[in-house]
Every structure is written in C-alpha cells, then in structure tokens.
C-alpha cells in the first residue's frame, strides 16, 4: 500500500518540499493531443464529454500515460456549473463558450431556484468519472477535483461569453444589489456542495479558479472575489479539513500573503514569479511559467530554473500561468518535465 504522503504533491502542500519539485499543467488534458481529438471528434458536444465517466476517465488519464506529471486533474469544466444550475450553455469551436444571458432577473433566479435540488443529480457523472479515476490512477499521483469561482463564473453567466468588458458585470452587479446577493448565494451554496462532494468521489487536493480576478481593484476585490472564496474555503474546511485548496486567482491586485490569510487557502498559484517578491512567508507556491514560452520553447530551460530558484525556499508544485496552448508540440512538454526533475 502506498502512504498517500509519498505523493509528492500531498506532501508538498503539507508544507515539505519532495526530492523532485511536482509537476502538472492546468489543461494537461486537452487540444494539444491527438488522442483527445480522437475522442472529442466522437461526441456530440463538450459538455457530452464532460457528463460522460468512460470518456472523462479516458481524457484525464491520456496525459499520465504519455507523461510523468505528479498530478491529475479530472476531466471537465467551470461552465458545468451554470450548466447544471439550468442555465443554457453552449460551446462552439472557434469562439468559446456562450450562455444565454439572463433577460428577465427574477426569471433568471427562478430557473438557478428551481434547479437547486437537482443540480448535484446533474453533476453526478463528474462524481462518477472521479470515482473511477481514483481506482485508475498511479498510486503515486495525486487526484485534483476544481471549480470556478463566483466571480469567474458571474462573468460568464452575466455576459453569456468570454473576452466581454468585465467592468460591465461591475456595473451590473451595484445596479442590482438585491439580484446579485441571492445570484452569489446560490453560486456559494452551489459550488461547496459540489467540491465537497468531490473530495467524497475522490478528489484528494481541489484548486479554484478565478481566472477573471485580475480586473478586480480596490474593495471590489474582496467584495467580488476574496470574501466569497474565504465563505467557500471555510464551509469546505468545516467538513473536510485535512483537503488542500490551492487557489488561482490569476493576476491578483493584492499582496499574495494577504489573499492567502484572508481566503484561508493552503496554497496560491501565482501569475508571475514577481508576486512571491513581498511575501515573507513560507506556504506552497504554485506556478509560474507562460504558456507562451511553453509553446515557443525559446529559452525553455533556462526559464524554468529561474522561476524553480526564486522558489527554493519554500514548496513548490510547478505549473503554467494558464491553460496550455493547444498548439503547443509536445516533445516541449518532454522538456519542461525533464527541467523541473532535474533541477537542483
Ligand atoms: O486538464 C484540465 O485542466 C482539466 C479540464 C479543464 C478544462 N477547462 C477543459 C476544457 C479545466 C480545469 C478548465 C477550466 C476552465 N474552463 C477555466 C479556468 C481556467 C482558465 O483557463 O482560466 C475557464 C475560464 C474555462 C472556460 C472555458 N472552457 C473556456 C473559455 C473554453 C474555451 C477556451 C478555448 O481554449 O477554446 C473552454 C473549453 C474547454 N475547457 C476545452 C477544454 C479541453 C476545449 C474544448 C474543446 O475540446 O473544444
């Protein structure tokens, strides 16, 4: 039987640093596959993927077996979210994901109401593909359940697509106080159901993404960002409260030591190595290369070593700032793998 502390992710996020600095990639499974085009090109729809175990187990364990990543992240999206809350959501190939915007306010709170009972029932098949994933897996990676952050996941439901000017979803939420509280509720109540419920499937660490925090300024980054996570992280933690949560709040406007007491996560992903520059502590980092430079693979290596030295004195998991690109070869993901391990 495998300690899960010789998991070195685990071990990572329990405050050592492993022998060899963990790797994953947030998108590890994905377009820059061929074996995830060979699926994908089988069914209907994204979403059909997501909401089908057999195919969702196949696609999270496509880049473990190609690739010596300490970490799997199971096989989904932010968007099930809305999605199981009755909210229509679509994805088309070149443009992303469009939701079908809330006209009617009440309407809108009516439909996410209604759908409250039952949104655990629709999510079930992530549960499932979680719970196979956990007998599938190498008994020394370490299985990472996810979900989006209301604030990430308000931009998209608000603006039904990304690439949209966020600040409208500011305006929005400050001309309709009433609507957003209800509106942020349910997406809180929603969201740590459905990680708790993963950490019962399965899932051994969970990150949550904030993806849009970046635009967030002033008080509005608590207001919209921080406290909802903090009220998230701390209902997990009443059940649950030896599971890491690692938190990407990509491009935080806040010093990371202060975001990370005041969410109460375990560990950040950063955005850029110089976010560490002010923080006088020692928690787990997560991060920080560019998918860019991933891609390009020009100075690859050397990148790498100066993001893994900055971080030498305290764990690390090493990670992209973002999603993989799809266009990335993958022989440049051999590389990156080959850096990291062999550093120090
Ligand atoms: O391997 C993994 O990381 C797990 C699966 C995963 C996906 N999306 C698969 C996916 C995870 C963790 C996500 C998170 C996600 N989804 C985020 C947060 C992280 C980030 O990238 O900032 C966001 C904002 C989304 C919403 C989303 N889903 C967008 C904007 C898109 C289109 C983007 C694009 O590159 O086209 C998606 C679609 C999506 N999610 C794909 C995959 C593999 C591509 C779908 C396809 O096959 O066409």
Redesign the pocket.
Known sequence: MTNTIQKSVLQCLSGHRPQRIPVWL??????YLPE?HTI?NTADS?LGVCYNPALATEI?LQPIRRFDFDAS???????VVPDALGQRVD?Y?NT??VLQVPEDKTAFLHTLESHLPKVHNTLNPLYETLDRLKVALPPDKTLIG?S?CPW?LAT?MILGR?GQDLQNCIHFARRYPDFWRVFYDILIETISEYILRQIAAGAEVIQL?D?WAGVLSGDDIDIFCTDPIAKIIAGVKSVSPHTPIIV?A?NIQMNIDIFRQKTGCDALSISHINAVGHSTKTYPIQGCLSPDILRSAEDLEHHIYTICERLKNRPHIFNLN??ID?HTPIGHVHRLIKAVQGYG
């Open positions: 947030m998108r590890q499974a994905g377009r995830y994908r994204f999270t992240i199971f096989f989904a999206d932010i968007l994805f190939p992303g994901p996810f989006g990430t998209y990304g993404f993806s990407f990509k973002h999603g799809k």
